[in-house]
């Protein structure tokens, strides 16, 4: 159980505590993975793509792919808080703790990247989905220079993602030690 007896509202069993922080490890690793795959292996192979395979490849796969990072984005802010209502035993007053502040560190890159993916990476990738179904079905000829863009602005936004992930990771390995 946690410290503070004097709330029986915020006893959290430590095996649940742990089962939090797999949580939280295992979305965070997908949601970084998500953004490697895309950003290394995904994204210089469908440009070497012959243009009929990378529509095709942008419009059926991308969007499961996009929905995928989103669910792993969600889920690692959910076993975040719930992690860190778990260790701060809800208590505000560690945040002033050198842990407590490394952790509000991660928390703040973790939130800012997060509303980076869903208000500029996602939202271009599904701009390049739709591109592509449309050029799919014959409603645009030749190589769509809107789709290009877009695709180039989900390119730059999932480097610039993995980057802040990166430097939350960071933090937060700091915090743990």
């Not at 070497?48 to 395979?53: C, E, I, L, R, S």
């Not at 560190?105 to 739709?130: D, E, N, W, Y």
């Amino acid at each position: 159980m946690n410290k503070n007896p004097s709330n029986p509202l915020i006893l959290v069993p430590e095996t649940v505590t742990q089962i939090f922080a797999f949580g939280h490890v295992l979305a965070a690793m997908v949601w970084l993975g998500g953004g490697m795959f895309t950003a290394f292996a995904l994204g210089p192979n469908i440009r070497k793509m012959p243009q009929g395979a990378a529509l095709e490849f942008n419009a059926r796969v991308v969007p499961n792919l996009t929905r995928f990072i989103q669910a792993s984005i969600g889920s690692t802010l959910l076993f975040g808080l719930l992690l860190l209502y778990a260790v701060s035993d809800g208590d505000s007053s560690w945040f002033s703790t050198t842990q407590g502040e490394e952790v509000s560190v991660g928390i703040a890159l973790a939130l800012v990247t997060a509303i980076m993916a869903f208000t500029v990476t996602m939202p271009a990738f599904r701009k390049v989905s739709k591109a592509a179904a449309e050029a799919l079905e014959g409603k645009q000829q030749g190589p769509p220079t809107e789709m290009m863009a877009n695709a180039k602005r989900a390119r730059q936004g999932s480097m610039a993602g993995i980057i802040l992930l990166l430097i939350t990771l960071a933090t937060m390995v700091a915090a743990g030690f």
